[in-house]
């Protein structure tokens, strides 16, 4: 059932992202600057341009119905080892409501910053057409790595460190 779901979900956001982004939307291409990331996390922090200036960052798309494990098992312990070494994890959610992730962050004892994507404007800026779909830029704002599907802590955390 957790995978029919999946697929549905995955069939779901393609189609929304094909029909939502356009012709014209450019996607973002490994070596180019990242668009900016802006909103505030489930938590009330801000994340913005200046907070992640000068850290490497993940970004991190899922929805809770196709990857919610993988962010305890894999993001929280990559963010938990490496947040004080110059690293912002961000767990962006496209459609899950707030309530359920605050409720998915409290159950899980999760301390990684989740944004709720409403209106899929960060999605559609990276032109996201899967869940989990990861991204990493280096210090300067640029694209380094695009993960399509789902990467253990050990491989995200090798790639970060070819980009640190």
Same mark, same amino acid.
């Given at each position: ?9 995955? &069939?779901?956001? !393609?189609? #929304?992202?094909? @029909?939502?982004?356009?012709? *014209? ?61 110059? &690293?912002?994890? !961000?767990? #962006?959610?496209? @459609?899950?409501?707030?309530? *359920? ?23 559609k800026d990276f032109t996201v057409f899967a869940f989990p779909t990861a991204f990493i830029l280096d210090r300067n704002g640029t694209l380094r790595q695009k993960v399509l599907g789902q990467i253990s802590a050990a491989k995200l955390e090798q790639l970060i460190q070819q980009v640190n």
């Amino acid at each position: 059932m957790a995978r029919l779901t999946c697929c549905l979900s995955l &069939l779901f956001a !393609i189609t #929304v992202t094909i @029909f939502s982004s356009g012709c *014209d939307r450019k996607m973002v291409q490994v070596g180019e600057q990242a668009p900016p990331v802006s909103g505030r996390d489930i938590r009330g922090n801000q994340v913005s341009p200046e907070t992640l200036k000068g850290k490497v960052v993940v970004l991190y798309f899922w929805t809770n119905s196709c990857c919610g494990e993988t962010l305890k098992e894999d993001l929280e312990p990559v963010y938990c080892r490496n947040k004080d070494r110059g &690293l912002a994890v !961000i767990a #962006v959610n496209e @459609f899950d409501e707030e309530k *359920d992730l605050v409720s998915i962050a409290a159950t899980n004892r999760l301390s990684v910053p989740i944004m709720v994507d409403a209106g899929s404007t960060l999605a559609k800026d990276f032109t996201v057409f899967a869940f989990p779909t990861a991204f990493i830029l280096d210090r300067n704002g640029t694209l380094r790595q695009k993960v399509l599907g789902q990467i253990s802590a050990a491989k995200l955390e090798q790639l970060i460190q070819q980009v640190n």
